[in-house]
């Protein structure tokens, strides 16, 4: 049955997204890199902070490129209006070259394989093609590797119908292994450098994400390269350290109570009796869990904060339900902060990830669409 028009549905979890937190971090990413390049990670639904209410303010504050990593997210974004260059960072073959090519999506090249389809499939287009280069330095996931480099670029550019936008690498540590980052900045430079001799070059040129943002490498050469800020954009920093240069959370997690229960003392709670109760205790149950993409690992070991107070969260988490312990002071409908700016309660993503044994990313990018994404 359809719903009345009169009748709105009301999610019960909602992760609120601060835009004026993102222009924050966006600002710090600028101060740092001045004059240089933006472009901004969206993939993965930007990293759970929903890639359409950011790239919609992308293209208001000027960023000037936004990187997915698969076809389909790029539909998605031109197919909501999202005209701002898009580029894909992912490796496409077949039928999905041309996909890209019909919804302007520029596509990231990463072997010789690879490119001779690019080639063969864009022959039919009367327009030269956008093409960014990725070079393997040390990640040894997608990117062509060294000894190729020149060979790819020359094909690149003698070709009738691609034009070389770009060339990219990507850092393997650069959160924690400054020595790597370096070596493989080093490599990197020296073949843009010898690229450069032959008289090939690139629009531009980009290696910088989040950690080497925060913690550069150094550069032998001047050239302004643009930058990558993935995780940095939505507020979190990939370093152990402190170093976070005033950096807001983007995504706050919201869900409310909707049953309060009284238990006796020694009272199981959830699947497994992973909790039993010491003494007579209030709880109260939330609609989230593991199907909204909220880890399962975290049962039994995190606080959320309702109305100023925090509360142990109690019992196995399951597919649709948490359960926390709380007090006579809480009620149904009572909000339940389960993380974000830490100015209003306990928890930020980094947090939670540090007791599940992941990162940030992971965090926020598994919430799925059960939980609405709302501009705060």
């Not at 709880?283 to 309702?306: E, H």
């Amino acid at each position: 049955m359809l719903i009345p028009m009169k009748l709105a549905y009301k999610y019960q979890t909602i992760a609120y997204i601060d835009i004026n937190a993102f222009r924050n971090n966006i600002n710090i990413i600028r101060k740092k890199n001045p004059g240089s390049m933006i472009i901004l990670p969206v993939k993965a639904n930007a990293y759970g902070h929903d890639d359409l209410i950011i790239s919609k303010e992308a293209e208001k504050i000027g960023i000037e490129y936004l990187a997915i990593a698969r076809i389909s997210e790029g539909i998605k974004l031109r197919n909501n209006k999202i005209k701002m260059p898009i580029i894909n960072l992912g490796a496409e073959l077949g039928n999905n070259i041309e996909i890209a090519i019909l919804n302007d999506i520029e596509l990231t090249v990463h072997s010789q394989d690879n490119l001779k389809e690019i080639i063969s499939r864009t022959k039919k287009y009367n327009k030269k093609i956008n093409i960014h280069l990725k070079i393997d330095t040390g990640m040894r996931r997608l990117g062509c590797p060294l000894e190729e480099v020149e060979i790819m670029a020359e094909k690149i550019i003698n070709s009738k119908n691609l034009y070389l936008k770009s060339i990219l690498t990507h850092y393997a540590d650069s959160g924690k292994d400054h020595k790597l980052t370096q070596l493989q900045t080093n490599l990197f430079v020296e073949k843009i450098n010898n690229l450069k001799a032959k008289n090939i070059m690139a629009d531009f040129y980009h290696l910088y994400n989040s950690g080497s943002i925060i913690n550069p490498p150094q550069l032998t050469d001047s050239f302004k390269y643009a930058v990558r800020p993935g995780i940095m954009s939505y507020g979190y920093s990939p370093l152990s350290s402190n170093l976070n240069y005033d950096l807001k959370p983007v995504m706050t997690l919201k869900s409310e109570v909707i049953q309060i229960k009284h238990i006796p003392e020694k009272a199981g709670v959830s699947y497994g009796y992973t909790y039993k109760s010491k003494k007579p205790a209030v709880i109260a149950t939330i609609p989230l869990g593991y199907g909204d993409g909220f880890p399962r690992s975290l049962s039994n070991k995190f606080k959320v904060t309702i109305n100023n107070k925090n509360y142990n969260q109690i019992g196995t988490i399951s597919m649709d339900l948490t359960v926390i312990e709380v007090d006579k002071d809480i009620k149904i409908g009572d909000t339940v902060l389960i993380f974000g700016n830490k100015n209003e309660c306990i928890n930020d993503a980094n947090d939670l990830a540090k007791i599940a044994g992941t990162i940030s990313y992971e965090i926020t990018t598994m919430l799925n669409s059960r939980i609405e994404r709302k501009i705060l």
